[in-house]
């Protein structure tokens, strides 16, 4: 493939020289293993997975706060 004649439209900020990415192998889909995907609604209420993990234990505790004890 000849890349001189290539129409680049990245901007210069975008450097992906170091950028890894895993063809083969174990860990190939390591990454998926947890991965969990929102729908398009949800997701614009959590724009990261910290913010989603923070909403979850808030729920996870007042669910555990407001059971009723077994006897």
């Not at 129409?7 to 969990?36: C, M, T, W």
Request: no cysteine; proline share 6%.
């Amino acid at each position: 493939m000849n890349t001189e004649n290539l129409n680049d439209e990245l901007e210069p900020e975008y450097d992906f020289s170091k950028l890894k990415v895993r063809k083969v192998g174990a860990g190939r889909r390591a990454l998926q293993k947890n991965a969990i995907f929102l729908e398009p609604d949800v997701a614009k209420v959590f724009p990261d997975s910290e913010s989603v993990n923070q909403a979850l234990r808030f729920l996870i505790r007042i669910t555990r706060e407001h059971q009723p004890e077994l006897k």
